[in-house]
Structure formats: structure tokens, C-alpha cells
């Protein structure tokens, strides 16, 4: 279906009057449209561009200029009037220039920027009125939220009362060069719905990473067993997630390495051992029981900063002279949160 463009985008300073107007009455069904993506530092554009995904998840076609964008700095910023089909996307160019396509809608080069380091985007209905931009301050008008680097920023008190957002405490990590912010394709409307994308899908739908752990390397024990690292699911909110390390040498020292990244590093006099560990963040010092076991519960966070997060881990554990370096190493794991 091909777009229709009967207006220009719209650019609403929002004055102090406007900002603390009442909601225009006669509202209507609230457009089935989310935020799907932000790039707030892409790298293949001048570093002043931003680009806002946004995505009809509706079942019938709905159209853009219904809505507006609630920005930074008290500015909001009705968009043009395209009509979108189910499940399709529309890029929005801020501080960029261009013309306005099915795909693409630029806004007017005199719209700021949102903020890179702690910031929001609120998306609410648009009405035609003396005040449009007061829509933003009313929870039956706001379609979707986002926000980063900080709670409490503007829009979320009225998203969260909208149930579009938890808690205005909640938020994203900020994300680096070229890294998105995305969220993933049948998510609810909140933080652990999003995850950073370092290869932004602009345009694509997103899917959410799973949660999954990874064998990267077989165990190096020359003359013993092998010992074996595994674990649960590293879900975030997984309060009963458990490392286990198997078959070693009873009641014997052991240490856990936990960084993130990993290679396969030689380790001298080993015969051919691999260390998996890159950039260790810490270790856990601890012991097998009887068995030869090792079991270690952690509580994973329900904490949206962590999801794509990656740790790699590997186990040492002394065997009293079984192998040449007098410890067997286990198979290292990698994490994805």
C-alpha cells in the first residue's frame, strides 16, 4: 500500500501554557503503533542524526498523522500523514534532511536532538486544537515510552500511569556507536521488552535475544577426567539459576573464573590446554563435595541493562598432581542474559 503524504510534519514548541493544558476532549481509539527502535549514535550518518523506529502492530492499516512525538526539551512533533499497513515500519530522520518516502519521514532540522546520555521519547495521539502538544500530558493519549540512562524523565510518570511503562524509575542502558535500542518482535510494552542491537535492523523487525549458554571450548585435563561446566537458563528474573561444575577430583580446591569475552589462550607447560576466559571480572574461590560436584545458585537480576549481556566462564580445580599443572580445567561457557 503506498503511502499517502497530504501534510508536512508539524513542529509544536511546547510553551509553558501549551505544556500544562488540559487533554482536548472527543478522543478516540488510540493508534496501534510502537516504538520499535532508536539509534541515538549511528555511525554510517553525521553525528548530529538520530533515527526513531516505529512500527504498526495493529491488524488493520493506521495512520501517522494521528500521532506525535513528545521529544526532549519540552518540544513535540506531529508526523506526517502515512498510512501504514499491518507490521510495517516507518524511520523518522531527526537532525537530518531528506525527503518524505513510504519508509522514511524527516522532521524539521529545527527539531533538537534527543538526549544521548539520559533521555525519553514519548509517542501520543495527535489532535488538531489550540494546544496539541498538551496530549503529552495525558495518560489516555500516550501509545508508547522508552527512556535511558536515568529513570524519571520527561513522560514517564504520564507512561507509567498509560500502563506502557512499569515505573518511572525503570530504564535502558544507554547504548554506544551504532548500537540501538530495540525491542523485540510479540514483547509487552516494557523495559525487559528491549535490547541493545549491535546490528540495528532500521526498516526490519527486531527479535529479542534468547537467553542461551554456549560450550566454547572442551575440557583440558591430560590424565584425569573431564570436568564439565554447565548451567540453567541465564533468564533475567531466574532466581533459581545454578552453575554446576561435574565430574572432578573430590573435595578439592576449585576456582571459578568469570569475565566477559572469550579465546582460547595456551597456557605454558600444559601440553596443549586453552584458558577461555578474555577479561576476567572476578573469580569465586569454592570446593567439590564428595561426589566430585560442584553447585552454585545465583539469583539473576530482572534488570533490562543486562539483557545481551555476555560472561564467558571456565573452572580450575587442583587434582594433586593427576594432570602436569597439578588442576584440571573444565569446558569454559558462554552466557547470553
Known amino acids: ?67 506525535q512525538l513528545c521529544m526532549q526539551q519540552f518540544v513535540s512533533v506531529k508526523l506526517a500523514d502515512v498510512l501504514l499497513a499491518p507490521g510495517a515500519s516507518v524511520r523518522v530522520h531527526v537532525n537530518d534532511s531528506g525527503l518524505d518516502t513510504e519508509v522514511d519521514l524527516w522532521l524539521p532540522l529545527g527539531v533538537p536532538n534527543l538526549s544521548v546520555d539520559a533521555g525519553s521519547l514519548l509517542l501520543t495521539r495527535w489532535e488538531a486544537g489550540p494546544f496539541p502538544a498538551g496530549l503529552c500530558l495525558d495518560p489516555a493519549n500516550v501509545i508508547d515510552f522508552v527512556q535511558w540512562g536515568a529513570g524519571q524523565q520527561n513522560g514517564a510518570d504520564v507512561a507509567t500511569q498509560a500502563q506502557r511503562w512499569p515505573d518511572p524509575s525503570e530504564f535502558l542502558p544507554v547504548p ?10 510479540g514483547t509487552d510494552l516494557q523495559p525487559g521488552g528491549w535490547f541493545r542491537d549491535a546490528s540495528p535492523t532500521l526498516g526490519a523487525r527486531n527479535v529479542t535475544p534468547t537467553a542461551e549458554q554456549e560450550l566454547i571450548l572442551s575440557a583440558c585435563t591430560p590424565g584425569g577426567a573431564v570436568p564439565l561446566l554447565s548451567a540453567g537458563t541465564p533468564a533475567l528474573g531466574n532466581l533459581d539459576f545454578v552453575l554446576r561444575v561435574s565430574n572432578t577430583p573430590p573435595l578439592s580446591p576449585a576456582v571459578l573464573f568469570i569475565g566477559v569475552g572469550h579465546v582460547g589462550t595456551p597456557i ?70
Request: a negative charge; glycine letters at 12%; aromatic letters at 6%.
Open 1 to 67: 500500500m503506498r503511502a499517502v503524504l497530504t501534510s508536512p510534519v508539524v513542529l509544536v514548541l511546547l510553551v509553558s501554557l501549551g505544556w500544562g493544558a488540559p487533554p482536548l476532549a472527543g478522543q478516540s481509539t488510540l493508534p496501534t503503533f510502537e516504538l520499535s527502535e532508536v539509534l541515538l549514535r549511528p555511525a554510517f550518518q553525521p553525528s548530529p542524526a538520530q533515527v526513531i523506529e516505529i512500527t504498526n502492530v495493529g491488524a488493520v492499516p493506521a495512520d501517522l498523522g494521528e500521532t
Open 176 to 185: 554506544g556507536l551504532d548500537i540501538s535500542l530495540a525491542r523485540g518482535t
Open 268 to 337: 605454558p607447560g600444559s601440553g596443549g590446554c586453552l584458558f577461555s576466559v578474555d577479561d576476567i571480572l572476578t573469580q569465586v574461590v569454592t570446593a567439590t563435595d564428595s561426589g566430585g560436584n560442584i553447585t552454585l545458585p545465583f539469583a539473576v537480576p530482572d534488570d533490562p541493562a543486562l539483557i545481551g549481556f555476555e560472561l564467558s566462564l571456565q573452572t580450575a580445580v587442583l587434582d594433586g598432581g593427576i594432570s602436569p599443572l597439578g588442576f584440571q580445567l573444565s569446558t569454559g561457557l558462554a552466557l547470553t542474559f
